[in-house]
């Protein structure tokens, strides 16, 4: 695990457990939500699939189960890959007052067990602004292609790259040049819901954003095919690009 890496997981398990229960509930609350309505809970991410019954989905930077929850209870086989304890105990306590199970591996993202996962999966899905954690987007993209089976399809859903520019989503993090390059520490997601004196102690992160083309050449270099690519509003003020989605299929061998 790289010395970037391990700071990240220092930041996601920083009080990760109480944070969720305080901003979605118990784990009974919160199934009880996924319950009732998993295809809301899914909310946009729900246009990009075609089924879910017995559909293997490895959940990338999967978090406190948002979204792998939902797709279980909607009959998929999830497994959440994810660098925090924390957000494992949350996840698996909610999934067992749901009902539903989910395999949930804690782990750096590029060292996946390829051997045990290789060509495993029907979808590979990431959501929420992940790429950023990763300074290799071409070896990132490598371990997406060899989780998927052949015909298998990605959902990248990420944070908009004009978010390097300006702060359209208002997370608080450092705006640069479009094109910079660099590798900048900033705050975790969450650091701004806690109070100054906390929100001081919580381990930074080390983050490298990439450009609409440094995305889309690196998808289609590490052997996809690009089938979709969406622009998403902000949250905040719907003139504004805010979030993306790429579709991408990984082809079967001729």
Request: aromatic letters at 14%; one cysteine or more.
């Amino acid at each position: 695990m790289k010395d970037y890496t391990v700071q990240h997981k220092k930041a996601w398990e920083y009080n990760a457990y109480d944070f969720w229960i305080k901003t979605l509930g118990t784990p009974k609350e919160r199934a009880k939500e996924d319950k009732e309505n998993p295809i809301g809970m899914l909310k946009q991410y729900a246009d990009y699939f075609e089924s879910y019954e017995g559909v293997k989905i490895a959940n990338i930077c999967g978090s406190c189960g948002k979204k792998a929850i939902p797709l279980a209870l909607l009959g998929a086989e999830v497994t959440v890959f994810d660098i925090s304890e924390e957000n494992k105990r949350y996840a698996l306590e909610v999934a067992d007052e749901a009902g539903v199970h989910i395999d949930f591996e804690v782990c750096d993202i590029m060292e996946i067990d390829l051997q045990k996962y290789t060509e495993y999966f029907d979808v590979v899905f990431m959501e929420g602004g992940i790429l950023h954690y990763f300074h290799d987007i071409n070896a990132f993209m490598d371990v997406m292609n060899g989780l998927l089976k052949p015909g298998g399809k990605m959902i990248c859903s990420d944070f908009h790259p004009f978010t390097k520019i300006s702060d359209m989503l208002r997370i608080e993090q450092p705006t640069m040049s479009y094109f910079s390059t660099d590798i900048f520490e900033g705050e975790m997601a969450h650091a701004r819901f806690y109070d100054e004196e906390i929100r001081k102690q919580i381990p930074k992160c080390h983050y490298r954003k990439y450009t609409i083309s440094e995305i889309i050449n690196s998808i289609i270099e590490r052997g996809f095919t690009l089938k979709k690519f969406d622009e998403h509003p902000s949250w905040d003020d719907e003139r504004l690009p805010g979030e993306f989605t790429a579709i991408a299929k990984k082809e079967y061998l001729k």
